[in-house]
């Protein structure tokens, strides 16, 4: 696990050949759709996004776009655009359906927790959506995603003792 700045944090995952980069980040909620937080993790990405394999990028952005939003946005941050730049820099497809809640803090229903990865993973993904048993009553939903693995699980030979 690295911590590259405050609110993001990578994990390598490196099985011979084939390297897989889980980035997991918290973008504070900017001051209004117009403000560009500079202290903001997201700033940092492309640390993390251009490290050598595969990549799953996930977290709470506290950004709303129609890209993510869906119809229902009628605002879009400023910020948006720093995040859609490393995102579509590294080739990342997003993964969070449009308009999947993904938070729903007194009936205001918003798609701010995202998932991206790489296109090679995104060839294999299975599902990307909410985990409702794991929903232990935040007001953010948990999400899952699985996808096909190229992890070869090796058997120990059994000895007789």
């Known amino acids: 696990m690295e911590f590259i700045a405050e609110n993001l944090a990578m994990l390598?995952?490196?099985?011979?050949d084939s390297r897989l980069n889980i980035t997991n980040i918290y973008s504070p909620p900017p001051e209004s759709y117009n403000h560009v937080d500079d202290s903001s993790p997201i700033h940092c990405l492309q640390e993390t996004l251009d490290q050598p394999?595969?990549?799953?990028?996930?977290?709470?952005?506290?950004?709303?776009?129609?890209?993510?939003?869906?119809?229902?946005?009628?605002?879009?941050?400023?910020?948006?655009?720093?995040?859609?730049?490393?995102?579509?820099?590294?080739?990342?497809?997003?993964t969070t359906s449009p308009g999947m809640v993904t938070r729903d803090l007194h009936g205001s229903k918003?798609?701010?927790?995202?998932?991206?990865?790489?296109?090679?993973?995104?060839?294999?993904?299975?599902?990307?959506?909410?985990?409702?048993?794991?929903d232990k009553a935040s007001d953010h939903k948990p999400i899952e995603m699985f996808f096909y693995s190229n992890v070869k699980i090796e058997e120990t030979a059994k000895h007789r003792s």
């Open 12 to 16: 390598t995952i490196q099985q011979g």
């Open 53 to 94: 394999g595969e990549h799953v990028l996930v977290g709470n952005l506290n950004l709303h776009h129609k890209s993510w939003g869906g119809n229902q946005v009628n605002r879009e941050h400023r910020m948006t655009a720093d995040l859609l730049k490393h995102v579509e820099q590294s080739n990342l497809v997003l």
């Open 110 to 134: 918003t798609t701010i927790d995202l998932t991206f990865v790489s296109p090679t993973i995104h060839d294999r993904l299975i599902h990307c959506q909410e985990a409702t048993e794991l």
